[in-house]
C-alpha cells in the first residue's frame, strides 16, 4: 500500500485538509483522484484539531482497507462501516437494534428511525467522514441531518453501483451545503492508457478532466484456453513482478475459490489471499501483506492494485450499453495503477470489450 505524505498531495488535496472543522462538506472527483485517501487525511485533520471523529463506508471490505491504509494517521477516528455504526447508536440510545423496512428487512425503516429520534430528542457531535458517500441511500443522510450532525462526504455519483444510492445533488441539499461540491480534478492512480479505456464506460463526457501524465502499457484483453492456463500465466507474472500488488478481481464466490485453489496448487498459497463476504474462512484481507488478492466486483469499490486481472470476461454477458454494465466497468478499470488484463475463454471477445478500438485495448488471440 502507498500512502502519500502531506508533502506529496495535489493542491486541490490540500484544499480539503484546511476545510473549516464545523459544519458538514461534500467532495467529489473521478476515479483515482484520492477520495478515500482524503477521507482518512480529513479525519485525521479534524482528530488532531480534538473533533470526536468516525470515519464511515458502506462496504466491509473497503472498511478494513481504510482501517490499515494509514494506522499513524487513523489511530484516533474510528473507522468502521455505516450499519455497524446504526446498530451501535440504536443501542446506546435505545437499547435495541436499528428497526426495519416492513417490505424488506435488508433494509433500514429510514422515516420510523427519524421519528424515533425526533421523539427522544436525539443529538450526535461526532463529525462522521463518509467515504464512497454515493452508495448510501437518502435516508442516512436525512437521519444525519435529524441528528445535526456535521458530515464530510466523498462521493462520485458516476461510480454508483448498487439499489441504495443517492445523487450528490440530493447529498449537498439535505446536508445544506453548496450545491457545486468540492472537486478533485486530477487522477492519481492510474496510467494515461488506463485512464483512457475507462473513459469509454463514462456515462457522459468528461473531457474537462485532465488525464494523468504518468504513461504505461496498454491494457490487454487474451483469449485463453482454460483457467489453468491463465492461473499459470499469473504465476509467472508474478514472479517476474514480486513487488507489485495484484488484484484479480472476479463475478462470482465460485470463481474466487477456484482461482485461491488453483494459485495455491502452484506454491502461492502464502501470497494469496481471498475475501468473500459471509464466508468465516476468506472474511478479512490484510493489505500489508499477501500480495495477490482475489475480491468480487460487489467488493472492489475504493480498492486499487498495481496490476488487475479480470479472469471472467465471458460473464459480462448483459448490454454493455446498460448504465449498470457501463458503471461496473468504469469502476473495474480504475482499481489498477500499472496493468490490466482481461481474460475470455469463448471464440469470440464478449461484447463488453469487443467495440473498444484497437488503440486503446490490446488484443491477444493465443
Request: one cysteine or more.
Amino acid at each position: 500500500m502507498r500512502f502519500p505524505s502531506l508533502l506529496d498531495l495535489g493542491g486541490d488535496q490540500r484544499t480539503v485538509v484546511e476545510l473549516p472543522f464545523r459544519g458538514s462538506h461534500v467532495i467529489t472527483g473521478p476515479p483515482g483522484g484520492g477520495k478515500t485517501v482524503m477521507a482518512v487525511y480529513r479525519a485525521w485533520a479534524l482528530a488532531t484539531a480534538g473533533r470526536e471523529v468516525v470515519l464511515l463506508t458502506r462496504y466491509n471490505l473497503l472498511h478494513q482497507y481504510i482501517a490499515q491504509l494509514a494506522p499513524e494517521l487513523t489511530g484516533t477516528p474510528r473507522v468502521t462501516t455505516c450499519a455497524r455504526w446504526l446498530k451501535a447508536l440504536w443501542r446506546e440510545k435505545f437499547e435495541r437494534e436499528p428497526p426495519r423496512s416492513a417490505e424488506d428487512e435488508r433494509r433500514y425503516d429510514w422515516g420510523e428511525m427519524q421519528r424515533s429520534c425526533v421523539l427522544r430528542g436525539v443529538r450526535v457531535t461526532t463529525h462522521l467522514v463518509v467515504d464512497e458517500g454515493q452508495n448510501l441511500p437518502l435516508g442516512f443522510y436525512r437521519l444525519c441531518r435529524v441528528l445535526g450532525v456535521d458530515v464530510t462526504v466523498f462521493a462520485d455519483e458516476k461510480q454508483r453501483i448498487g439499489t441504495e444510492e443517492t445523487a450528490l445533488s440530493e447529498v449537498c441539499r439535505m446536508l445544506g451545503t453548496p450545491d457545486a461540491p468540492l472537486e478533485l480534478r486530477h487522477d492519481h492512480r492510474n496510467s494515461r492508457e488506463i485512464a483512457m479505456l475507462a473513459s469509454e464506460f463514462h456515462m457522459e463526457n468528461r473531457t474537462g478532466l485532465p488525464l494523468p501524465t504518468r504513461s504505461g502499457s496498454l491494457p490487454v484483453v487474451m483469449r485463453i484456453p482454460s483457467l489453468d492456463g491463465l492461473l499459470t500465466g499469473i504465476t509467472q507474472y508474478f514472479n517476474a513482478h514480486q513487488d507489485r500488488s495484484i488484484g484479480i478481481i472476479c463475478r462470482s464466490a465460485r470463481t474466487i475459490r477456484e482461482i485461491q485453489g488453483g494459485l495455491a496448487s502452484r506454491g502461492l498459497a502464502k501470497k494469496t489471499q481471498a475475501y468473500i463476504f459471509d464466508d468465516r474462512y476468506r472474511d478479512t484481507m490484510d493489505f500489508s501483506a499477501h500480495p495477490i488478492r482475489i475480491v468480487s466486483t460487489v467488493s472492489m469499490k475504493g480498492l486499487e492494485f498495481d496490476s488487475v486481472f479480470v479472469p471472467d470476461l465471458d460473464s459480462y454477458t448483459e448490454d454493455p450499453t446498460g448504465v449498470e454494465a457501463r458503471l461496473r466497468f468504469l469502476v473495474l478499470c480504475t482499481r489498477a495503477r500499472e496493468d490490466l488484463h482481461f481474460a475470455h475463454r469463448g471464440t469470440h471477445e464478449p461484447p463488453i470489450t469487443a467495440a473498444i478500438p484497437d488503440a486503446l485495448l490490446a488484443r491477444h488471440h493465443g
